[in-house]
């Protein structure tokens, strides 16, 4: 994600009623914030939140939280809530490494990763999203019945993702590497942004859905 420095964008973000300032203090509390007892799905790294909001609109059911590191990129998703508010949408400008941090033990119901950047050194490796050292907080947040789902069009990061699994204590309900060529997978596939410009230059769009056994 292209990161400029929008002028401000911290401050409107600060005033944004739409973003949660507090998340610590939300950690067990999340169905009190959206006062309701519906299941927390969550993505992270939402860049402009193309999707979460998508899905928050066609799933009221649900309760959905969208986590973005940087304030000149979550600007983007604040500003559409300001167009149109979702009740059962919040945002948060925070490092996913504190995940554990802003939700309490199998508080989540469901995850979603998307398009997640790959930081192809390998001395990085743990920074990336669905590396090992990320399925161990997800291990903790997300309710033992939960899924993860990832999707991506880079194959190198996909593979790695894909044997970060077995030592990580996770198993794989679904490995597909051409989503868009299958037309059961795309029935209520939502694209995300980057999946909107990675798909129409021709890349294939790999995805997993990924749970524990408990
Ligand atoms: N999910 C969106 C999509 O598919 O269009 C955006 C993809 S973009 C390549 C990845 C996003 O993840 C960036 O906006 C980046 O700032 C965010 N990100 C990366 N690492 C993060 C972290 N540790 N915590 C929160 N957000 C993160």
């Known amino acids: 994600m292209r ?8 401050e409107a973000i600060a005033a944004s009623r739409h973003v949660v300032h ?19 799905h969550i993505e992270i790294g939402m860049g402009k ?3 979460i909001y998508t899905m928050a609109r066609l799933h009221p059911e649900n309760n959905y939280v969208g986590i973005e590191k940087y304030s000149s990129v979550l600007l983007r998703a604040v500003q559409k809530m300001e167009e ?3 009740p059962n949408l919040k945002l948060i400008r925070m490092d996913a490494e504190e995940i554990a941090e802003v ?10 990763l998307n398009f997640s950047d790959p930081w192809p050194k390998d001395r990085h490796a743990k920074r990336r999203l669905p590396s090992r050292q990320f399925l161990e907080r997800y291990d903790v947040i997300l309710n033992p019945r939960g899924q993860l789902e990832f999707k991506t069009d880079n194959r190198e990061l996909f593979d790695f993702a ?13 490995i597909t590497y051409d989503l868009h060529g299958d037309a059961a997978l795309m029935e209520g596939n939502v694209m995300t942004e980057y999946e909107e410009k990675f798909s129409a230059m021709g890349n294939p769009i790999y995805k997993y859905i990924i749970y524990r056994e408990k």
């Open 3 to 10: 990161l400029r420095n929008i002028t401000g964008s911290r």
């Open 22 to 40: 507090e998340e610590l203090s939300c950690r067990g509390r999340w169905q009190e914030i959206f006062g309701n007892g519906n299941p927390i």
């Open 49 to 51: 939140g193309k999707f």
């Open 84 to 86: 149109e508010e979702l």
């Open 103 to 112: 939700f309490a033990p199998g508080e989540v119901d469901r995850i979603y």
């Open 162 to 174: 894909v044997e970060e699994l077995e030592p990580a204590g996770w198993q794989a309900k679904l």
